[in-house]
């Protein structure tokens, strides 16, 4: 191992140079909340945001300082208009132009401000007068911005409760309290008119609080469980978050709004909690993020809103010490005050491979990928896997580094667009990505390999004893088999992958 140990420095500096390059992962923001009296200067989070894959940050106001912190970093900042300021910016547009001239037209564009949120849980809060003035102040806001030559580089929304919803079990069963329905169709068309998306704040965490069995630990955590069928739509979750999103997703379509994208403002786990809370461990809550920062990544997106990730912003970046409450209120930070990790997330640049499996966890990611000879394709096993396994195939396969782009809209393999046909090309992907091992076509016994190459049209599986068994030489394959532009992307995508296997090799190498 001598010879691996002297060149270490090198493979890591390749690791690293390797992602500062990814893919732009502009899906996974953060709350910064600073209801708190010791948080770090704004100058040194912003500092700790560009060391993260974090693309985008939540505030809840408009602080200045944080706002000026982060400019020239490319991460893009949404801002919040308390409830209390929402009656004054309905009445009179000047207080709205007020607002956006000392809010945002000083910083824009250095400072990446991308969206707006009037008010915060509005509806939630039962006042008429504040629920009728919220549509107005949003009006207001985008008059301004349009007069400002803002209008569709910065949008307008505001956030809303889970408690919206009246019915969210099982997710096709998604519905909005009937008594709010009528403004929410007022938010929603002045909403579509302007491309903002519906944002809302689903916790499993306090679903998990509220029916506190091991079986729905595992299904909010995206551990693996049984998952839950929806009766309504035949479609098996396997997470909570998921069946969240749906929910909403289901409701916003009962209303006739389909095309309105969802945006998930808030979600988190306390890794802390007081004694007589179920649930907060920093155990649950690095399964819970890890995983939901993996589960992003993979692209596969919800049942509902397939192959294409919900924009989440995780709650929240530091603990906040004046929150009041029980002590898990004060206890989502992601990051300590010393500016080091309440634990790994998986939000480090160059932790961008998932490190513990989720899902279903049979296939072991192989360390070394072994350029074997092999001229066959990992498939699933006809008859008899259900679209929920394979769905947590494609899960799982996808969630370990190999480039799902493909199946995605607009990839060559999209079409057929079905769990049976992507999940094949993933399960394949994953095994001639991470070594050509029998074991690595196994996925809990629902994998086999075939010497019938499965490729069809344009629509390429790597493998088959040609000269594309290195992941890289996969990479080309795929490659070709894309149109576009997103032919470079894919390319570096994969380079990324090499060296993240080269990088597990070595790391499993030294510790033997
Ligand atoms: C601003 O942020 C958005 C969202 O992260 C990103 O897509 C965009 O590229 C950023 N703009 C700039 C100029 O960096
Ligand atoms: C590739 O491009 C051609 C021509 O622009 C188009 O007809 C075809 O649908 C594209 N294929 C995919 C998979 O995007």
């Given amino acids: 191992m001598a010879s691996l140990t002297s060149q270490l420095p090198i493979l890591i500096f390749l690791f690293v140079t390797a992602f500062t390059s990814a893919e732009s992962q502009s899906f996974i923001g953060v709350n910064y909340g600073q209801v708190a009296d010791n948080l770090p200067a704004p100058a040194a989070t912003a500092k700790l945001l560009q060391s993260t894959a974090i693309k985008q940050v939540r505030l809840y106001g408009s602080d200045p300082d944080v706002i000026k912190a982060l400019a020239n970093t490319g991460i893009g900042i949404v801002i919040g208009i308390a409830n209390g300021a929402i009656p004054s910016l309905a009445a009179d547009p000047n207080a709205a132009a007020q607002w956006v001239n000392s809010n945002v037209v000083p910083f824009y564009p250095a400072s990446n401000i991308t969206l707006i949120n009037v008010g915060n849980e509005v509806l939630f809060s039962n006042d008429q007068g504040l629920i009728s003035q919220l549509l107005p102040a949003m009006r207001n806001v985008q008059s301004a911005l349009a007069a400002a030559s803002l209008g569709g580089k910065v949008r307008v929304s505001s956030v809303h409760a889970m408690t919206l919803l009246s019915q969210s079990d099982p997710p096709s069963s998604g519905r909005f309290n009937p008594a709010l329905v009528d403004v929410l169709k007022g938010l929603l068309a002045f909403q579509r008119d302007n491309a903002s998306p519906f944002a809302i ?14 079986d729905t630990l595992a299904f909010c955590l995206f551990q693996p469980n049984a998952g839950r069928v929806d009766p309504g739509s035949g479609i098996k979750y396997m997470n909570m978050f998921d069946a969240q999103v749906d929910a909403v997703k289901s409701a916003l379509n009962a209303i006739g709004f389909n095309d309105i994208d969802i945006l998930v403002a808030e979600t988190g786990w306390p890794y802390r909690g007081d004694s007589n809370e179920v649930g907060p461990s920093v155990e649950n809550a690095k399964a819970y993020n890890g995983n939901l920062i993996q589960h992003l990544r ?10 294409k990730p919900v924009e989440t912003y995780i ?50 990611p ?7 000879t092999s001229s066959k394709w990992c498939v699933p096993k006809t008859g008899g896997v259900s679209d929920a396994q394979l769905q947590a195939n494609l899960d799982y396969a996808c969630g370990h580094g190999i480039d799902c782009s493909a199946i995605q809209p607009g990839g060559a393999c999209f079409d057929p667009n079905t769990v049976a046909s992507h999940a094949a090309y993933a399960m394949n992907l994953y095994y001639q990505t991470v070594g050509t091992d029998p074991m690595n076509c196994d996925f809990s016994q629902t994998a086999t390999l075939t010497s019938t190459n499965p490729s069809y049209n344009s629509c390429v599986y790597p493998g088959g004893g040609s000269t594309s068994k290195l992941p890289f030489e996969a990479g080309k394959v795929d490659t070709m088999s894309i149109n576009g532009s997103s032919k470079v992307g894919n390319l570096l995508s994969i380079r990324n992958k090499v060296l993240v296997y080269l990088f597990l090799f070595l790391i499993y190498s030294l510790s033997l």
């Fill in 201 to 214: 704040n689903p916790y499993p965490f306090f679903a998990y609080q509220s029916d506190p069995r091991p």
């Fill in 366 to 372: 192989t360390p070394s990928p072994k350029p074997t």
């Fill in 298 to 307: 993979s692209m596969v997106g919800t049942p509902l809103i397939p192959g």
């Fill in 315 to 364: 709650f929240a970046l530091y603990d906040e010490d004046l929150k009041p409450g029980p002590t898990s209120e004060r206890s989502f930070g992601l990051f300590k005050l010393d500016l080091s990790p309440t634990y790994d997330a998986g939000l480090s640049k160059s932790s961008q491979t998932p490190s513990t499996p989720s899902g279903t966890p049979s296939p072991k």
